[in-house]
């Protein structure tokens, strides 16, 4: 099989340079060992929507987002296949950003087979079902009604609100425990029991580790992916085994 990487909760964004350096080392030396790569969901802090592409002297961002997605191209035309899927930062990710970057956009939850074990791909937050107010946000931001309408608003507009919303999200944080923020165990076993998945691969806590479950007499794990920082990190899945990696 080929060889797959894996990486989500980058969080790039205009002014943190140290986090864009990571991902253009991340694309010229060690992504280029792989024939697919999937991001699961938070590439970037915010998207506001497919126009963020777009030369726009008022929206100095658009620089950067371009040289994010150029190496994406350079990596679908030069290397492999490349999949995304949506995160809690970025669900406005669209079919303009596929053609841009090469790539494909995953229906989340995302199956397939690896060394015969069925396989799931998600974020990870529809799984922080004790979040009762965050569950209420993304039921909101995934409803395409909602979506159409705040893409028809003036990029300004959808800036100011993002960052209203970031700011919200933040302060909301400070008064939840951290189990609050954590996937919900009963709901990932229910997860695994209706789709008779042997291994699960996520990202959105920012948890890192590798969870070993027996459902129903069958073994089972949870990879959870880190979100990048001072290092990078990625998962790689070979013939053999996944494996973690980081990197600075």
């Known amino acids: 099989m080929p060889i797959i990487h894996i990486i989500s909760d980058l969080h790039l964004s205009q002014d943190r340079a140290d ?14 060992k792989s024939k697919q790569l999937y991001v699961l969901g938070d590439l970037f802090e915010v998207w506001i929507g497919d126009d963020c592409l777009e030369n726009d002297i008022d929206f100095e961002d658009s620089t950067f987002y371009q040289s994010v997605i150029s190496q994406f191209k350079n990596y679908s035309d030069n290397i492999g296949e490349l999949f995304f899927m949506h995160g809690n930062r970025d669900f ?28 799931a791909f998600m974020h990870g937050d529809s799984l922080c079902t004790d979040d009762k107010e965050y569950q209420e946000f993304r039921t909101m931001v995934r409803n395409p009604v909602w979506q159409k309408e705040f893409l028809s608003l003036p990029k300004e507009k959808r800036i100011e ?14 008064d939840k425990t ?17 789709n008779n998945i042997v291994q699960l691969i996520h990202g959105h806590t920012h948890r890192q580790d590798i969870h070993y479950l027996k459902i129903a007499d069958k073994k089972t794990t949870r990879h959870v992916l880190a979100d990048w920082g001072n ?17 600075s």
């Open 19 to 32: 986090l864009t350096a990571l991902f253009a080392k991340y694309m010229q030396d060690i992504a280029t």
């Open 92 to 119: 406005l990710l669209g079919e303009k950003f596929e053609k841009a970057t090469g790539g494909k956009i995953l229906p989340e939850p995302f199956f397939f087979y690896h060394n015969d074990k069925q396989t």
């Open 161 to 174: 609100i993002a960052s209203g919303l970031r700011k919200q999200s933040k302060d909301a944080q400070k």
């Open 178 to 194: 951290s189990e609050i923020m954590d996937v919900n165990q009963d709901s990932v076993i229910e997860f695994i029991k209706e």
């Open 231 to 247: 290092r990078g990190f990625y998962l790689e899945l070979n013939s053999n085994e996944i494996s973690e990696n980081y990197f």
